[in-house]
Structure formats: structure tokens, C-alpha cells
């Protein structure tokens, strides 16, 4: 495994570092995939398959911890996305991006990057709810100015 793409350190660009990463990453997978697919299949039956995968998983976590530190995300958010860039540096997402050559390696780094950057995007405020004993009606007569007068049906 020395054609292993490099980890680099924080990304100052997220959305263009994941893409060109996952681009590496996905080009490392093309030229090996014959053995991955082997060695995933035959992992939980050969225990000597185990320590020799081992290096890649390592890289793998380490290589989502890198890309985690770019974006601007604490507690929860953080946690997710993580767990999201687990999930697009691993063989077998790329494996089913591409398998049936209907998208490139190059538009599937793309795709996942927007992806993962369409989700970091900051979320809108949820509507404030609704306090003890307030019912929705009241509020919104509360809200409408110039409503005529009548009270909604309840």
C-alpha cells in the first residue's frame, strides 16, 4: 500500500480540499481495486487479512480527523460530520458511486464534496414553539394585524 494517498494537514478550503482528496483517494481506489474487493470479501474469513487492512483503516480515521478540522463545526455537527467523511473516504462508497461507470471518479469526488458541504451549511433557526397553553389559533390572531375581528375555528 505505498501508492497511499498523503494526509495533509487542516484544509483551508473544506468543500475544494474534500473534493480533491476524495479525488486521490478515489484514483488509489480505481488502480486497486481488484485486491480491495478480494481482501473486503474475504476479511471476516481469513484472520490474516486483518492486520494487513489495518494500516488503510488507520489512515482512513486519520484522514477524516484532518478534513473535520477545516470546517467550523463543534459538538454534534462535528461528531456527524466525521462520521460522514468516514463514510465517503471508504472503498465501498466509492465502489458504489462508480460501479456501473454511469459517473467518473473526478464527478463523484465532486458530488460527495457538495454533498458534505450542503450539510456544514448553517441551518435556519426552527420556529419558535408554541408556550403552555397556547394554541396555534391564538397566536396567529395575536399576529394578524387588521384580522376582522373573528375568532378562528377551534
Excluded at 463543534?74 to 460501479?99: E, K, Y
Excluded at 435556519?124 to 395575536?142: Q, T
Aim: glycine share 4%; charged share 35%.
Amino acid at each position: 500500500m505505498d501508492e497511499s494517498p498523503s494526509a495533509d494537514p487542516a484544509p483551508k478550503q473544506p468543500k475544494l480540499e474534500l473534493a480533491r482528496a476524495l479525488d486521490e483517494l478515489y484514483a488509489y481506489y480505481e488502480r486497486t481495486e481488484p485486491m480491495f474487493s478480494n481482501v473486503f470479501r474475504d476479511l471476516d474469513l481469513v484472520d490474516a487479512l486483518q492486520p494487513t487492512i489495518t494500516p488503510l483503516q488507520d489512515f482512513l480515521a486519520e484522514g477524516a480527523a484532518t478534513l473535520t478540522a477545516g470546517w467550523n463545526c463543534r459538538g454534534r455537527r462535528r461528531h456527524l460530520l466525521r462520521a460522514a467523511l468516514r463514510h465517503v473516504l471508504d472503498f465501498h462508497t466509492w465502489q458504489s458511486l462508480t460501479a456501473d461507470e454511469q459517473i467518473t471518479r473526478a464527478d463523484a469526488a465532486e458530488e460527495v464534496a457538495d454533498h458534505v458541504a450542503d450539510r456544514r451549511a448553517p441551518r435556519r433557526r426552527r420556529a419558535p414553539r408554541l408556550g403552555p397553553g397556547r394554541r396555534l389559533a391564538d397566536r396567529m390572531e395575536a399576529r394578524c394585524e387588521g384580522w376582522p375581528g373573528k375568532k378562528l375555528d377551534r
